[in-house]
């Protein structure tokens, strides 16, 4: 009797010792922070491109009719790349660009494809312009979607929500995303970038990504942000933070880092990633 007692207790050790073990790894892997910073490369190039596109079509006279408002944007384009066909109907302006010869860079990026810009509202409490792009490139990048972008007058930023999918032109390789950020003026003025606060999000092959956005500093000319801070959460479920601090005019360090190790990339102008430490 006391040996048929003790038989349970003997083999619920045994048995707990022969389960495996179903956590799973959360230690941070240099794989996974080299695509999360190729992923963030990625959508800031995009984000990047339809900024200068933004940026071109904000010089006009607030206050005054939506249709003066467009003529004053279809003026300042002409201008800046009279490479551009610009038809305007009422406060529409449908923009093919390259389709005349001459310049056709602004900010850094060689304009392709077509944009439509619809100014919506032009007064002291609100401004409104509707953005649409179709096929619309840098020779890097192709992006198709709208934006709705509306001017806080008294902070100096204006808030751009969107919807778009973007291509990389290398590899055709597609995601589609959302966003809705504020984007303000760095201290070097427009020419040099912006500073964007928000968030965004995107569906890969691999899942969905989401991304928190804190007081990042973008140039127009660099594939990833020149300083400030990302919170990214991965399609498996992992929270990283990003940081990022400028190397030299040609290299910016992104620090992938999560509660169980870091990495840290070099990126260059063209894109290029490269691992060039990691510490646990």
Same mark, same amino acid.
């Given at each position: 009797?006391?040996?048929?007692?003790?038989?349970?207790?003997?083999?619920?050790?045994?048995?707990?010792?022969?389960?495996?073990?179903?956590?799973?790894?959360?230690?941070?892997?240099?794989?996974?922070?080299?695509?999360?910073?190729?992923?963030?490369?990625?959508?800031?190039?995009?984000?990047?491109?339809?900024?200068?596109?933004?940026?071109?079509?904000?010089?006009?006279?607030?206050?005054?009719?939506?249709?003066?408002?467009?003529?004053?944007?279809?003026?300042?384009?002409?201008?800046?790349?009279?490479?551009?066909?610009?038809?305007?109907?009422?406060?529409?302006?449908?923009?093919?660009?390259?389709?005349?010869?001459?310049?056709?860079?602004?900010?850094?990026?060689?304009?392709?494809?077509?944009?439509?810009?619809?100014?919506?509202?032009?007064?002291?409490?609100?401004?409104?312009?509707?953005?649409?792009?179709?096929?619309?490139?840098?020779?890097? @990048? /192709? $992006?198709?979607?709208?934006?709705?972008?509306?001017?806080?007058?008294?902070? =100096?930023?204006?808030? #751009? %929500?969107? !919807?778009?999918?973007?291509?990389?032109?290398?590899?055709?390789?597609?995601?589609?995303?959302?966003?809705?950020?504020?984007?303000?003026?760095?201290?070097?003025?427009?020419?040099?970038?912006?500073?964007?606060?928000?968030?965004?999000?995107?569906?890969?092959?691999?899942?969905?990504?989401?991304?928190?956005?804190?007081?990042?500093?973008?140039?127009?000319?660099?594939?990833?942000?020149?300083?400030?801070?990302?919170?990214?959460?991965?399609?498996?479920?992992?929270?990283?933070?990003?940081?990022?601090?400028?190397?030299?005019?040609?290299?910016?360090? @992104? /620090? $992938?880092?999560?509660?169980?190790?870091?990495?840290?990339?070099?990126?260059? =102008?063209?894109?290029? #990633? %490269?691992? !060039?430490?990691?510490?646990?």
């Amino acid at each position: 009797m006391q040996l048929r007692h003790l038989l349970p207790a003997l083999i619920l050790p045994v048995a707990l010792a022969a389960c495996p073990n179903n956590k799973k790894d959360e230690r941070l892997t240099l794989g996974e922070a080299a695509e999360a910073v190729t992923e963030i490369s990625f959508a800031s190039q995009a984000e990047s491109l339809t900024s200068a596109s933004v940026e071109i079509s904000t010089s006009f006279t607030i206050g005054q009719a939506v249709e003066n408002a467009a003529q004053e944007i279809k003026s300042f384009v002409a201008s800046q790349l009279p490479c551009a066909q610009i038809t305007l109907e009422n406060a529409t302006l449908t923009i093919v660009y390259g389709a005349l010869p001459g310049n056709c860079t602004y900010k850094g990026h060689k304009f392709e494809g077509s944009h439509s810009v619809s100014v919506k509202a032009n007064a002291e409490a609100q401004v409104l312009v509707h953005h649409e792009w179709t096929a619309f490139s840098n020779g890097k @990048v /192709t $992006v198709d979607g709208s934006a709705d972008v509306t001017w806080d007058l008294s902070a =100096k930023s204006r808030r #751009v %929500q969107h !919807t778009a999918t973007w291509t990389r032109n290398s590899d055709q390789y597609m995601v589609t995303g959302s966003g809705d950020r504020t984007q303000s003026v760095l201290s070097g003025g427009i020419l040099e970038g912006i500073q964007v606060d928000g968030e965004r999000n995107w569906k890969t092959p691999r899942g969905e990504w989401d991304l928190g956005i804190d007081g990042v500093q973008m140039r127009w000319i660099d594939p990833v942000p020149q300083a400030g801070s990302y919170t990214l959460v991965t399609p498996k479920g992992k929270s990283l933070s990003l940081s990022f601090n400028r190397v030299d005019e040609d290299t910016i360090a @992104v /620090t $992938v880092g999560s509660n169980n190790g870091s990495f840290t990339f070099n990126v260059n =102008k063209i894109g290029s #990633v %490269q691992n !060039t430490d990691s510490s646990s």
